[in-house]
């Protein structure tokens, strides 16, 4: 089968006003007629030579870091904005939702905003009437059908008009950080319609989101935008997780080559990983986490030297200090030590580690600083459940039970 | 169905596309005219209220100069408010086109549609008005005896074709320039009055000998028809020259008018 949406080297240019000549007027244009072409503006291109594929059911996630092009490339293929170069095929009808409640005015009611946002959104008077009951169930706001929307509350607006867009019947839809605002259940309410409608309904989804665990939850792929071009498109594990790490290029991992080789140890890998996978895959947060320590010991005495971790947080706030000291003593040779964070216990981030090679308890013949980093990404949430970041960077399991009396 | 996105493409009115759309029309006018006349306590009255009330103050003002100066083919306060009832058309729906783009935009930035629906549904919104005001206009037609045939209706059908062609010219040209340039937004009130002393609203054409102000009164594309609506309410002869040269200039505003905005209107969203 054709993919649904077929993206070929979409660019968009946009012209860049350098010497305080931002807005457009009249003048400048009459003159520019008679002068040569105006020097104040600049090249800016938006969007350079993106494609993808997108097939029937997909749910696309669109990640990239503010300005890299994501509300470009989602306004291109909303026929909002047209591309400067490339062409994109569409096999199936697109909505876009760029905004909740385009359109609503609040001197209506909110009944008559329904219909309004309705028939802006694409849909027919019919359909619009045939979901009605629905629509208004979805939004939870029966008594207020009336009342002029100026009245609602903005969570009861931004209700009525999540629940409109709901019962698009597109076959594409295209959706903008829709889940940026409104509270908990309003957010919970949105992901649960969103998924049925990519999982149940076999609806093409594109979604753009800087909520990794949103786009982890709804996504089967992502693609990660970078100053306009298309930097990967890969499972939704892999390129958030490409997206988190940033320009840094090897991650979880670090092979040490002979500037580790000292005259009381040899360095030689430091990585962490997923349980029961490599290091090359992203790690997340609701599994067990390895951490392995692959160091030869060249003294005779293996007790005489120990290794210390300190663990850093993105803000460089010391988190914490271990040691395998007290569970695991080095061995003589070559040790592969393995550590095992139980799951859930990091929060989702990037960390930074320093190593402290200690010899007999006092003093440290070895630091090295940020000698790793590595990130920890978002894992499935139930649909459902809060899509946020919690609050620090550690959220242990610990064991609860009932008091018995 | 396969459609493909991709640079302008040909000139086209897009008309298919504007059918499909058809419900749009009616929602952007129906919203317009209920936003208007929300929170008044006299709500469509309104639309009836300005042109009377107009019509009234020039006729205290102009009627009896006008009437002793020149031949009136009906009385004064008809012939001033059947002409501004047509001239309210284009007027308002000329300042609503114009600006329509700009009060709009934050759609325009969120949402694809036909951009055409957001000039011609705010028009749409001054022929509503023009209903009203034609209400108001029958009993005092009929006060002062005019003289309707059954041309009249044609008449007035002509008529309200013509005002919007020329309102819908004039209307997409301004707010496709309105929203690159701002300074239309200056020159669209300015525009509309200066263009009322070259139109036979509250004067016949015949009020001047100067070659050149006839000439103006006559190329003014609301001029045919604000004549063949008055051609409604009496049995003279009509000034078929005014009603030519005037629907030519109509005509001309109409194609530059739509012809700019589709070449524009791609880029609405990036100038919004």
Same mark, same amino acid.
């Given at each position: 089968?054709?993919?649904?949406?077929?993206?070929?080297?979409?660019?968009?240019?946009?012209?860049?006003?350098?010497?305080?000549?931002?807005?457009?007027?009249?003048?400048?244009?009459?003159?520019?007629?008679?002068?040569?072409?105006?020097?104040?503006?600049?090249?800016?291109?938006?969007? #350079?030579?993106?494609?993808? %594929?997108?097939?029937?059911?997909?749910?696309?996630?669109?990640?990239?870091?503010?300005?890299?092009?994501?509300? =470009?490339?989602?306004?291109?293929?909303?026929?909002?904005?047209?591309?400067?170069?490339?062409?994109?095929?569409? *096999?199936?009808?697109?909505?876009?939702?760029?905004?909740?409640?385009?359109g609503f005015h609040p001197e209506l009611s909110g009944r008559e905003n329904?219909f309004l946002n309705?028939?802006i959104?694409?849909?027919?008077?019919? %359909?619009?009437?045939?979901?009605?009951?629905?629509?208004?169930?979805?939004?939870?706001?029966?008594?207020?059908?009336?009342?002029p929307l100026k009245?609602?509350?903005?969570?009861?607006?931004?209700?009525?008009?999540?629940?409109?867009?709901?019962?698009? %019947?597109?076959?594409?839809?295209?959706?903008?950080?829709?889940?940026?605002?409104?509270?908990?259940?309003?957010? #919970?309410?949105?992901?649960?319609?969103?998924?049925?409608?990519?999982?149940?309904?076999? *609806?093409?989804?594109?979604?753009?989101?800087?909520?990794?665990?949103?786009?982890?939850?709804?996504?089967?792929?992502?693609?990660?935008?970078?100053?306009?071009?298309? @930097?990967?498109?890969?499972?939704?594990?892999?390129?958030?997780? !490409?997206?988190?790490?940033?320009?840094?290029?090897?991650?979880?991992? /670090?092979?040490?080559?002979?500037?580790?080789?000292?005259?009381?140890?040899?360095?030689?890998?430091?990585?962490? /990983?997923? @349980?029961? *996978?490599?290091?090359?895959?992203?790690?997340?947060?609701?599994?067990?986490?390895?951490?392995?320590?692959?160091?030869?010991? #060249?003294?005779?005495?293996?007790?005489?030297?120990?290794?210390?971790?300190?663990?850093?947080?993105?803000?460089?706030?010391?988190?914490?200090?271990?040691?395998?000291?007290?569970?695991?003593?080095? *061995?003589?040779?070559?040790?592969?030590?393995?550590?095992?964070?139980?799951?859930?216990?990091?929060?989702?981030?990037?960390?930074?580690?320093?190593? !402290?090679?200690?010899?007999?308890?006092?003093?440290?013949?070895?630091?090295?600083?940020?000698?790793?980093?590595? =990130?920890?990404?978002?894992?499935?949430?139930?649909?459902?459940?809060?899509?946020?970041?919690?609050?620090?960077?550690?959220?242990?399991?610990?064991?609860?039970?009932?008091?018995?009396? | 169905?396969?459609?493909?996105?991709? &640079?302008?493409? $040909?000139?086209?009115?897009?008309?298919?596309?504007?059918?499909?759309?058809?419900?749009?029309?009616f929602f952007f006018t129906w919203r317009d005219i209920k936003v208007k006349y929300k929170q008044t306590?006299?709500g469509f009255?309104w639309a009836?209220? &300005?042109?009377?009330?107009?019509?009234?103050?020039?006729?205290?003002?102009?009627?009896?100069?006008?009437?002793?100066?020149?031949?009136?083919?009906?009385?004064?306060?008809?012939?001033?408010?059947?002409?501004?009832?047509?001239?309210?058309?284009?007027?308002s729906?000329?300042t609503n086109?114009?600006n329509s783009?700009?009060t709009n935009?934050n759609i325009?930035?969120?949402?694809?549609?036909?951009?055409?629906?957001i000039?011609?549904s705010s028009?749409l919104v001054s022929?509503f008005d023009?209903?009203?005001?034609?209400?108001?206009?029958?009993?005092?037609?009929?006060?002062?005896?005019?003289?309707?045939?059954?041309?009249?209706?044609?008449?007035?059908?002509?008529?309200?074709?013509?005002?919007?062609?020329?309102?819908?010219?004039?209307?997409?040209?301004?707010?496709?320039?309105?929203?690159?340039?701002?300074?239309?937004?200056?020159?669209?009130?300015?525009?509309?009055?200066?263009?009322?002393?070259?139109?036979?609203?509250?004067?016949?054409?015949?009020?001047?000998? $100067?070659?050149?102000?006839?000439?103006?009164?006559?190329?003014?594309?609301?001029?045919?028809?604000?004549?063949?609506?008055?051609?409604?309410?009496?049995?003279?002869?009509?000034?078929?020259?005014?009603?030519?040269?005037?629907?030519?200039?109509?005509?001309?505003?109409?194609?530059?008018?739509?012809?700019?905005?589709?070449?524009?209107?791609?880029?609405?969203?990036?100038?919004?």
């Amino acid at each position: 089968m054709k993919p649904i949406l077929e993206i070929r080297d979409i660019s968009k240019k946009f012209k860049i006003a350098t010497e305080g000549q931002s807005y457009l007027n009249l003048r400048d244009s009459l003159s520019s007629l008679l002068k040569k072409a105006n020097k104040n503006t600049e090249e800016f291109w938006a969007l #350079k030579d993106v494609s993808f %594929e997108v097939n029937t059911g997909d749910s696309i996630g669109i990640i990239g870091k503010n300005g890299a092009g994501k509300s =470009t490339l989602l306004k291109i293929l909303s026929k909002i904005t047209p591309p400067t170069k490339g062409s994109i095929i569409s *096999r199936g009808r697109i909505a876009s939702l760029l905004e909740v409640g385009t359109g609503f005015h609040p001197e209506l009611s909110g009944r008559e905003n329904v219909f309004l946002n309705g028939s802006i959104l694409g849909m027919k008077r019919t %359909e619009i009437q045939k979901n009605f009951d629905a629509i208004i169930d979805f939004a939870g706001v029966e008594k207020f059908l009336d009342t002029p929307l100026k009245h609602y509350s903005s969570g009861m607006q931004l209700r009525l008009a999540f629940a409109v867009a709901a019962f698009l %019947e597109n076959e594409i839809l295209i959706i903008d950080e829709v889940l940026a605002v409104g509270d908990a259940e309003f957010q #919970k309410k949105c992901m649960g319609k969103m998924s049925d409608l990519s999982k149940t309904s076999g *609806r093409t989804v594109l979604f753009v989101s800087h909520n990794m665990a949103a786009v982890k939850s709804l996504c089967n792929r992502a693609l990660v935008l970078e100053k306009g071009t298309v @930097k990967m498109i890969d499972s939704t594990e892999n390129a958030i997780s !490409y997206y988190l790490k940033g320009d840094t290029e090897v991650l979880n991992q /670090r092979i040490f080559s002979k500037q580790h080789d000292k005259k009381e140890f040899s360095l030689h890998e430091i990585a962490f /990983r997923t @349980k029961g *996978r490599t290091s090359e895959e992203p790690l997340i947060e609701n599994f067990p986490i390895e951490f392995i320590t692959d160091i030869t010991l #060249k003294t005779t005495e293996s007790n005489q030297y120990h290794l210390t971790y300190h663990l850093y947080n993105e803000m460089g706030e010391a988190m914490f200090s271990f040691s395998h000291k007290g569970s695991q003593d080095l *061995r003589v040779g070559r040790n592969r030590l393995v550590c095992e964070f139980p799951a859930g216990f990091f929060n989702s981030g990037t960390y930074y580690l320093s190593l !402290y090679v200690i010899e007999n308890n006092l003093k440290s013949v070895f630091t090295e600083n940020d000698i790793m980093s590595f =990130t920890i990404i978002d894992g499935d949430r139930p649909l459902g459940a809060w899509m946020g970041r919690e609050p620090g960077y550690i959220k242990p399991n610990f064991n609860w039970s009932h008091l018995t009396t | 169905m396969e459609f493909e996105i991709k &640079q302008k493409g $040909n000139f086209s009115i897009g008309f298919k596309e504007l059918w499909e759309y058809r419900e749009l029309f009616f929602f952007f006018t129906w919203r317009d005219i209920k936003v208007k006349y929300k929170q008044t306590s006299l709500g469509f009255l309104w639309a009836v209220i &300005q042109p009377a009330v107009m019509a009234l103050l020039f006729t205290f003002c102009l009627g009896k100069v006008i009437s002793s100066n020149t031949e009136l083919n009906m009385p004064y306060p008809l012939f001033a408010m059947s002409g501004l009832i047509i001239w309210n058309i284009f007027s308002s729906g000329l300042t609503n086109a114009g600006n329509s783009m700009v009060t709009n935009a934050n759609i325009i930035k969120k949402i694809y549609f036909p951009r055409l629906i957001i000039p011609i549904s705010s028009m749409l919104v001054s022929l509503f008005d023009f209903i009203m005001g034609f209400i108001v206009l029958i009993p005092v037609a009929i006060y002062y005896h005019a003289q309707v045939s059954l041309f009249s209706f044609l008449y007035i059908l002509l008529s309200l074709l013509l005002a919007s062609i020329a309102t819908f010219g004039l209307g997409t040209l301004l707010a496709a320039l309105n929203i690159k340039y701002r300074d239309f937004r200056y020159v669209i009130p300015f525009l509309i009055q200066a263009m009322m002393f070259a139109t036979p609203v509250i004067y016949p054409i015949k009020i001047t000998d $100067n070659y050149l102000a006839q000439i103006l009164l006559k190329i003014n594309p609301m001029s045919a028809p604000i004549e063949l609506f008055r051609a409604a309410f009496h049995d003279k002869p009509l000034d078929f020259t005014v009603v030519i040269y005037s629907t030519c200039v109509s005509l001309i505003l109409f194609l530059c008018g739509l012809i700019y905005f589709r070449r524009t209107e791609a880029f609405f969203a990036d100038l919004a």
